[in-house]
């Protein structure tokens, strides 16, 4: 089954102790992005990654990283969370253009910082 | 001004009526747009494409005006299942979400 998985769901931490959501399609995608959603904000993309070693910020990068070593991974990275960090996360994929292609959402990861 | 503007709703409407939801977009380089459907806590899925002489999809319809810069849908014969968040996207070099109208059919 075609699908992009995250994890964890559901996750509670506490500020600046690190935490990575893990992120993986099966689609062969080229392009995968990190989103987060808040209230009265919509999506807004973190990150993107248009195909392995190739990173790039989105609109909110502050405070996240990311690494695409491989075709199907891509982590996101929160070296010091804090709690205007709590959101829900998506990861998507896509076809190379990206912009016009149908984007793929993972279930998303559920934060809260502490 | 937003990018993109929705109306948030919640448009409470019952079943087997039509409704319309619109979206405004700033940008007059926009090169193509979606309606994408969210449903409770979970992720956004791809509802439909909409295309400059308009599109439908069995009870949906998605229209674009470029000259006034929104973009529409419509449901028709409303199902308890329509119940969703419906996100309009419009692509200008980059993806650009609204905010999301929330639509609640009632039987």
């Known amino acids: 089954e075609a699908q992009v998985t995250q994890n964890p769901r559901y996750l509670i931490t506490v500020t600046g102790k690190k935490l990575t959501v893990t992120c993986s399609q099966n689609?062969?995608?080229?392009?995968m992005s990190w989103y987060r959603q808040d209230p009265g904000l919509g999506l807004r993309q973190i990150y993107y990654?248009?195909?392995?070693?190739?990173?790039d910020k989105g609109d909110v990068p502050e405070g996240y990283k990311v690494s695409r070593k491989e075709k199907r991974n891509f982590p996101l990275i929160l070296e010091s969370p804090s709690p205007n960090q709590t959101s829900l996360y998506f990861c998507?994929?896509?076809?190379?253009?990206?912009?016009?292609?149908?984007?793929?959402f993972g279930p998303g990861t559920r934060l809260t910082v502490l | 001004r937003k990018e993109v503007e929705q109306d948030p709703g919640p448009f409470n409407v019952p079943e087997g009526a039509t409704v319309a939801f619109n979206c405004t977009y700033s940008?007059?380089?926009?090169?193509?747009f979606f309606w994408y459907r969210q449903d409770c806590r979970k992720e956004p899925k791809l509802l439909m494409s909409?295309?400059?002489s308009g599109n439908e999809d069995g009870r949906f319809t998605a229209q674009l005006n470029r000259a006034s810069q929104y973009i529409s849908l419509l449901i028709r014969d409303s199902k308890l299942s329509d119940s969703a968040t419906y996100l309009c996207?419009?692509?200008?070099?980059?993806?650009?979400f609204g905010t999301g109208t929330r639509l609640q059919v009632f039987p």
């Open positions: 998507a994929s896509s076809l190379p253009t990206g912009g016009t292609d149908t984007q793929y």
């Open positions: 689609m062969n995608h080229e392009y």
């Open positions: 990654s248009m195909n392995v070693e190739v990173t």
């Open positions: 940008n007059s380089a926009s090169q193509s």
């Open positions: 909409v295309y400059s």
């Open positions: 996207v419009v692509n200008t070099d980059k993806l650009i």
